[in-house]
């Protein structure tokens, strides 16, 4: 009795969910597109290989599986797949542990904030989009 506060409304938790998880992949996924050669020299810079390539991954997953999950298509595999994605940025874009104070700092949040969310995707992934969403279930 005490766990079912919510229960009749965990449809729209689940929307809601799904939006705020991808209020920041779809934001910044418009801008790495609307500024894409600026995005793939920046890709370039951190010595990622393939830079323009690189860039186009950073796009399809931000902004292109963002809203493929905010509309809940394919919610369960693509979020397992942002998941990964999104820990691999975490390894490959915020090495606090090679870094000095006080870069050092924002950093480290920046790689806990993107493991936090990799938290949120795995359990978005077992639960489902819920029924507001393409893939109603």
């Given at each position: 009795m005490r766990y079912t506060l919510l229960?009749?409304?965990?449809?729209?938790?689940?929307?809601?969910?799904?939006?705020?998880?991808?209020?920041?992949?779809?934001?910044?996924?418009?801008?790495?597109?609307?500024?894409?050669s600026g995005t793939a020299s920046y890709?370039?810079?951190?010595?990622?290989?393939?830079?323009?390539?690189?860039?186009?991954?950073?796009?399809?997953?931000?902004?292109?599986?963002?809203?493929?999950?905010?509309?809940?298509?394919?919610?369960?595999?693509?979020?397992?797949?942002?998941?990964?994605?999104?820990?691999?940025?975490?390894?490959?874009?915020?090495?606090?542990?090679?870094?000095?104070?006080?870069?050092?700092?924002?950093?480290?949040?920046?790689?806990?904030?993107?493991?936090?969310?990799?938290?949120?995707?795995?359990?978005?992934?077992?639960?489902?989009?819920?029924?507001?969403?393409?893939?109603?279930?």
């Amino acid at each position: 009795m005490r766990y079912t506060l919510l229960e009749g409304r965990k449809d729209g938790m689940l929307l809601l969910a799904r939006i705020l998880l991808m209020i920041l992949f779809v934001i910044f996924g418009w801008s790495k597109l609307t500024g894409f050669s600026g995005t793939a020299s920046y890709m370039a810079s951190t010595g990622l290989p393939l830079p323009t390539l690189s860039a186009a991954i950073a796009v399809i997953m931000e902004f292109v599986v963002g809203m493929a999950i905010v509309i809940g298509f394919y919610t369960r595999p693509l979020a397992l797949v942002l998941g990964f994605y999104t820990l691999a940025a975490a390894i490959i874009g915020h090495q606090f542990w090679n870094m000095d104070d006080p870069e050092r700092i924002g950093a480290m949040i920046n790689f806990y904030k993107n493991v936090s969310i990799a938290g949120g995707l795995l359990l978005l992934c077992i639960t489902g989009p819920g029924k507001y969403s393409l893939d109603r279930k």
